[in-house]
Protein backbone atom coordinates (compact mmCIF):
# COMPACT_ATOMS: atom_id res chain seq x y z
CA UNK A 1 0.00 0.00 0.00
CA UNK A 2 1.45 3.53 -0.84
CA UNK A 3 2.40 5.52 2.29
CA UNK A 4 0.14 8.67 2.26
CA UNK A 5 2.16 11.34 2.02
CA UNK A 6 2.51 9.62 -1.58
CA UNK A 7 -1.00 9.52 -2.27
CA UNK A 8 -1.26 13.49 -1.45
CA UNK A 9 1.56 14.32 -3.52
CA UNK A 10 0.38 12.29 -6.49
CA UNK A 11 -3.49 13.52 -5.40
CA UNK A 12 -4.78 10.47 -5.50
CA UNK A 13 -7.99 9.23 -3.88
CA UNK A 14 -7.49 8.71 0.37
CA UNK A 15 -10.04 5.98 1.62
CA UNK A 16 -10.45 7.06 5.34
CA UNK A 17 -12.66 5.19 7.96
CA UNK A 18 -13.85 7.82 10.76
CA UNK A 19 -15.39 6.43 14.17
CA UNK A 20 -17.39 8.31 16.51
CA UNK A 21 -19.48 7.29 19.34
CA UNK A 22 -23.60 7.21 18.84
CA UNK A 23 -25.65 8.65 21.75
CA UNK A 24 -25.78 6.80 24.94
CA UNK A 25 -26.49 6.15 28.25
CA UNK A 26 -24.46 7.71 31.34
CA UNK A 27 -24.49 4.61 33.16
CA UNK A 28 -20.94 3.24 33.88
CA UNK A 29 -20.41 -0.07 32.22
CA UNK A 30 -23.49 -0.38 29.38
CA UNK A 31 -23.13 -0.25 26.00
CA UNK A 32 -22.25 2.24 23.41
CA UNK A 33 -22.22 1.96 19.76
CA UNK A 34 -19.82 3.22 17.09
CA UNK A 35 -20.52 3.94 13.80
CA UNK A 36 -17.64 3.58 11.37
CA UNK A 37 -17.95 5.28 8.14
CA UNK A 38 -15.73 5.06 4.61
CA UNK A 39 -14.96 7.55 2.40
CA UNK A 40 -12.86 7.94 -0.47
CA UNK A 41 -12.05 11.29 -0.12
CA UNK A 42 -15.52 12.92 0.90
CA UNK A 43 -17.33 10.22 -1.06
CA UNK A 44 -19.27 8.06 1.35
CA UNK A 45 -18.42 4.16 0.43
CA UNK A 46 -19.57 1.96 2.91
CA UNK A 47 -19.94 1.71 6.80
CA UNK A 48 -19.27 -0.74 10.29
CA UNK A 49 -21.06 -0.67 13.77
CA UNK A 50 -19.78 -2.08 16.68
CA UNK A 51 -20.09 -1.70 20.53
CA UNK A 52 -17.78 -0.80 23.21
CA UNK A 53 -17.81 -0.28 27.19
CA UNK A 54 -18.72 2.98 28.86
CA UNK A 55 -16.07 3.83 30.74
CA UNK A 56 -14.47 0.87 29.62
CA UNK A 57 -11.30 -0.01 28.41
CA UNK A 58 -11.72 -2.18 25.26
CA UNK A 59 -12.16 0.92 22.71
CA UNK A 60 -8.80 0.30 20.88
CA UNK A 61 -9.32 -3.66 20.93
CA UNK A 62 -12.68 -2.96 19.75
CA UNK A 63 -11.73 -0.43 16.74
CA UNK A 64 -8.73 -2.81 15.67
CA UNK A 65 -11.45 -5.58 15.45
CA UNK A 66 -14.02 -4.03 13.46
CA UNK A 67 -11.52 -2.51 10.62
CA UNK A 68 -9.60 -5.78 10.81
CA UNK A 69 -12.70 -7.98 10.58
CA UNK A 70 -13.94 -6.05 7.61
CA UNK A 71 -13.73 -6.26 3.72
CA UNK A 72 -12.50 -3.03 4.25
CA UNK A 73 -9.44 -3.45 6.05
CA UNK A 74 -7.08 -3.73 3.10
CA UNK A 75 -8.88 -0.51 1.09
CA UNK A 76 -8.19 2.09 4.24
CA UNK A 77 -5.29 4.30 3.99
CA UNK A 78 -5.86 6.12 7.27
CA UNK A 79 -7.49 6.01 10.28
CA UNK A 80 -9.58 9.02 12.20
CA UNK A 81 -11.14 9.03 15.12
CA UNK A 82 -14.07 11.41 16.42
CA UNK A 83 -11.49 12.63 20.00
CA UNK A 84 -9.38 10.08 21.70
CA UNK A 85 -12.19 8.22 23.50
CA UNK A 86 -14.91 5.69 22.95
CA UNK A 87 -18.37 6.40 25.16
CA UNK A 88 -16.65 8.65 28.54
CA UNK A 89 -13.28 7.30 29.29
CA UNK A 90 -13.08 4.33 27.46
CA UNK A 91 -9.39 5.78 26.41
CA UNK A 92 -7.95 5.09 23.01
CA UNK A 93 -4.12 3.90 22.76
CA UNK A 94 -3.70 6.14 19.48
CA UNK A 95 0.15 4.31 19.13
CA UNK A 96 -0.60 0.84 19.68
CA UNK A 97 -3.69 1.80 17.37
CA UNK A 98 -1.91 3.11 14.65
CA UNK A 99 1.12 -0.20 14.78
CA UNK A 100 -1.93 -2.79 15.05
CA UNK A 101 -3.60 -1.75 12.09
CA UNK A 102 -0.53 -0.28 10.33
CA UNK A 103 -2.35 2.64 9.13
CA UNK A 104 -1.65 6.06 10.09
CA UNK A 105 -4.37 7.20 13.22
CA UNK A 106 -5.84 10.58 13.70
CA UNK A 107 -7.92 11.85 16.43
CA UNK A 108 -9.73 15.08 15.88
CA UNK A 109 -10.92 17.35 18.27
CA UNK A 110 -13.37 20.63 17.65
CA UNK A 111 -12.19 22.24 20.81
CA UNK A 112 -9.01 22.07 22.75
CA UNK A 113 -9.36 19.64 25.37
CA UNK A 114 -9.45 20.75 29.21
CA UNK A 115 -6.71 18.21 30.46
CA UNK A 116 -6.62 19.85 33.71
CA UNK A 117 -10.10 18.82 33.75
CA UNK A 118 -10.30 15.54 32.38
CA UNK A 119 -7.77 14.47 34.75
CA UNK A 120 -9.61 14.82 38.04
CA UNK A 121 -12.34 13.17 36.26
CA UNK A 122 -9.94 10.65 35.67
CA UNK A 123 -8.83 10.13 39.47
CA UNK A 124 -12.29 8.28 40.33
CA UNK A 125 -10.91 5.30 38.20
CA UNK A 126 -9.09 2.45 40.19
CA UNK A 127 -6.80 2.26 37.04
CA UNK A 128 -5.90 6.05 37.17
CA UNK A 129 -2.23 5.56 36.12
CA UNK A 130 -3.36 3.42 32.81
CA UNK A 131 -5.84 5.94 31.67
CA UNK A 132 -3.73 9.03 32.39
CA UNK A 133 -0.63 6.87 30.59
CA UNK A 134 -3.08 6.58 26.98
CA UNK A 135 -3.86 9.88 27.33
CA UNK A 136 0.38 11.07 27.67
CA UNK A 137 1.10 8.34 25.03
CA UNK A 138 -1.62 9.75 22.10
CA UNK A 139 1.17 12.72 21.96
CA UNK A 140 1.13 16.27 21.41
CA UNK A 141 -1.73 18.09 20.42
CA UNK A 142 -2.04 20.36 17.22
CA UNK A 143 -3.82 22.65 16.45
CA UNK A 144 -5.30 22.83 12.23
CA UNK A 145 -7.31 25.36 11.35
CA UNK A 146 -10.67 25.25 13.59
CA UNK A 147 -9.73 21.16 14.50
CA UNK A 148 -7.23 20.29 17.08
CA UNK A 149 -5.40 16.60 16.49
CA UNK A 150 -3.04 14.21 17.82
CA UNK A 151 -1.85 11.68 15.81
CA UNK A 152 0.27 8.92 15.34
CA UNK A 153 1.83 6.81 12.09
CA UNK A 154 2.78 9.85 10.12
CA UNK A 155 3.81 13.31 10.50
CA UNK A 156 1.66 16.14 11.98
CA UNK A 157 2.02 17.93 8.53
CA UNK A 158 0.91 15.23 6.41
CA UNK A 159 -2.07 14.31 8.77
CA UNK A 160 -2.79 18.51 7.89
CA UNK A 161 -2.90 17.60 4.56
CA UNK A 162 -5.10 14.16 5.08
CA UNK A 163 -7.53 16.37 7.11
CA UNK A 164 -8.06 19.20 4.30
CA UNK A 165 -8.27 16.44 1.68
CA UNK A 166 -11.00 14.90 3.99
CA UNK A 167 -12.81 17.98 4.61
CA UNK A 168 -16.47 18.49 2.07
CA UNK A 169 -18.43 20.53 3.93
CA UNK A 170 -18.27 22.49 7.53
CA UNK A 171 -15.10 22.25 9.64
CA UNK A 172 -14.59 18.40 10.00
CA UNK A 173 -13.52 15.68 8.03
CA UNK A 174 -16.73 13.75 6.08
CA UNK A 175 -15.76 10.58 7.67
CA UNK A 176 -16.27 11.73 11.19
CA UNK A 177 -19.04 14.19 10.22
CA UNK A 178 -21.16 11.30 8.82
CA UNK A 179 -20.18 8.74 11.79
CA UNK A 180 -21.52 11.32 13.93
CA UNK A 181 -24.79 11.75 11.78
CA UNK A 182 -25.61 8.28 11.12
CA UNK A 183 -24.69 7.10 14.74
CA UNK A 184 -27.05 9.72 16.44
CA UNK A 185 -29.93 8.58 13.71
CA UNK A 186 -29.77 5.00 14.69
CA UNK A 187 -30.20 5.44 18.39
CA UNK A 188 -32.55 8.70 18.70
CA UNK A 189 -33.88 8.12 15.63
CA UNK A 190 -32.67 11.24 13.72
CA UNK A 191 -29.70 13.03 13.36
CA UNK A 192 -28.24 15.75 15.15
CA UNK A 193 -26.99 19.32 13.87
CA UNK A 194 -23.89 18.79 15.89
CA UNK A 195 -21.19 17.25 13.37
Not at 78 to 91: R, S
Not at 104 to 128: G, N, Q, T, W
Not at 146 to 168: H, W
Request: hydrophobic share 40%.
Amino acid sequence: MRPLKELLRLNKNIRAIGFDDAPFQKERGSSVNISGIICANTHFEGMLWGEATKDGVDATYVLINMLKNSKFYPQIHVVLTDGIAIGGFNIIDLPLLSADLQRPCIAIMRKLPDLERIDKALHVFSDYQERKKLLEDAGKIYKHDKLYFQVAGCSPMTAEKVIDKLIAQGNVPEVLRLAHLIGAAVKTGQSTNRA
